[in-house]
T-cell receptor
Framework: NAGVTQTPKFQVLKTGQSMTLQCAQD?????MSWYRQDPGMGLRLIHY???????DQGEVPNGYNVSRSTTEDFPLRLLSAAPSQTSVYFC???????????FGAGSRLTVL | EDQVTQSPEALRLQEGESSSLNCSYT??????LFWYRQDPGKGPEFLFT???AGEEKEKERLKATLTKKESFLHITAPKPEDSATYLC??????????????FGGGTRLMVKP
């Protein structure tokens, strides 16, 4: 099993550009989520989904959009990138009946 | 609001020198406390879940313990390959956010040969 796959691994954007971070899991997990990791602040929840067609906001949702059209995929969209969105982004998934999250390898985003 | 504080931020050990990492937490009804290991450039990797005060779990040189206010990750006779950042996180019973975790800032462990 590949687990949780994130692409791209690295990305550099200019302020105002848009892009999508991709996340796919092959474990048939119902729950998927996006976290961002910044130095000294730990991981913080951006958006999450408890199933296909269902998404909701986490702790720091501003500037990000998500959708969940299939169980496997949960892309994160930045509509107009800002320097404050420079961070490392992690996608995670879990079974609804279990509470252990499996994380992807991360996507490092730099906004100039 | 759920909060997790980890100390120290960084810890340097000699190979074989045992020590402990601390995780202090406040949560509105603890569903679980989690320890993850994170290597540079990689995602967090699950180590342990603890559910109630007094519980202990072990894996190789690592042992995690839990009280009502804090958790400790004890590292016995560490090796250089134990060098990593160790993350502590809590999950609350009133969490409706898809198994959301609240993370601490992590402890970066460096073990020198």
């Amino acid at each position: 099993n590949a687990g949780v796959t994130q692409t791209p691994k690295f990305q550099v954007l200019k302020t105002g550009q848009s892009m999508t971070l991709q996340c796919a899991q092959d474990m048939n997990h119902e729950y998927m989520s996006w976290y961002r990791q910044d130095p000294g602040m730990g991981l913080r929840l951006i958006h999450y989904s408890v199933g296909a067609g269902i998404t909701d906001q986490g702790e720091v949702p501003n500037g990000y959009n998500v959708s969940r059209s299939t169980t496997e995929d949960f892309p994160l969209r930045l509509l107009s990138a800002a320097p404050s969105q420079t961070s490392v982004y992690f996608c995670a998934s879990s079974l609804a009946g279990a509470n252990v999250l499996t994380f992807g390898a991360g996507s490092r985003l730099t906004v100039l | 609001e759920d909060q997790v504080t980890q100390s120290p931020e960084a810890l340097r050990l000699q190979e074989g020198e045992s020590s402990s990492l601390n995780c202090s937490y406040t949560v509105s009804g603890l569903r679980g406390l989690f320890w993850y290991r994170q290597d540079p450039g990689k995602g967090p990797e699950f180590l342990f879940t603890l559910y109630s005060a007094g519980e202990e779990k072990e894996k190789e040189r690592l042992k995690a313990t839990l009280t009502k206010k804090e958790s400790f990750l004890h590292i016995t006779a560490p090796k250089p390959e134990d060098s990593a950042t160790y993350l502590c996180a809590v999950q609350a019973w009133n969490n409706n956010a898809g198994n959301m975790l609240t993370f601490g800032g992590g402890t970066r462990l460096m073990v020198k040969p």
